[in-house]
T-cell receptor
């Protein structure tokens, strides 16, 4: 069964460093998302991406964040200058269609900012 | 913004018992989704509901889309140890590529 994959599974970084989290969505999906989950809290939407541009972003997704689809298979989330409060699980998701269709989540990348 | 509140927040039950949890929204949803999250993993879709009043089953799981479109219920019958995890309800927004709004979660622990 096709699945969303994410790398690395765990990333440790120093405050102020840049990190890039990588995702390979399901191959025939066209809509891509990043979510994050701070330890013990609910999953929160960060950004959605379609047709090579951001469709929607949350208040969390400020200028420190960017997304890119550098080739036909990868979807990346970059945090330019990490802060302690960026420590969280970051989940990539993809779907065939927007709105009522379902999103399939990757296993997540645990980001720890020291 | 949209808010989804789940209850109970957590529950301890014995293996074999039935479980009920619910999710209420401050606004109307046209789709309800129930996800399960195991520790250290991403959410996995359990059931999707698309119509008000709809009752859908997936094995031992049954979910209902409330008539008001502002709530949904998930029932698990005859719980087993692998049912342990966090259960989230979620609803999609509208727009070109819709975000999912997740509920606060119900943590389920099953004892033998």
């Amino acid at each position: 069964e096709p699945e969303v994959t994410q790398t690395p599974s765990h990333q440790v970084t120093q405050m102020g460093q840049e990190v890039i989290l990588r995702c390979v969505p399901i191959s025939n999906h066209l809509y891509f998302y990043w979510y994050r989950q701070i330890l013990g809290q609910k999953v929160e939407f960060l950004v959605s991406f379609y047709n090579n541009e951001i469709s929607e972003k949350s208040e969390i997704f400020d200028d420190q964040f960017s997304v890119e689809r550098p080739d036909g298979s990868n979807f990346t989330l970059k945090i330019r200058s990490t802060k302690l409060e960026d420590s969280a699980m970051y989940f990539c998701a993809s779907s065939e269609a927007p709105s009522t269709d379902t999103q399939y989540f990757g296993p997540g990348t645990r980001l720890t900012v020291l | 913004g949209q808010q989804l509140n789940q209850s109970p927040q957590s529950m301890f039950i014995q293996e074999g018992e039935d479980v009920s949890m619910n999710c209420t929204s401050s606004s109307i949803f046209n789709t309800w989704l129930w996800y399960k999250q195991d520790p250290g993993e991403g959410p996995v879709l359990l059931i999707a509901l698309y119509k008000a009043g709809e009752l859908t089953s997936n094995g031992r799981l049954t979910a209902q889309f409330g008539i008001t479109r502002k709530d949904s219920f998930l029932n698990i019958s005859a719980s087993i140890p692998s049912d342990v995890g966090i259960y989230f309800c979620a609803g999609p927004g509208t727009g070109t590529a819709s975000k999912l709004t997740f509920g606060t979660g119900t943590r389920l622990q099953v004892t033998l």
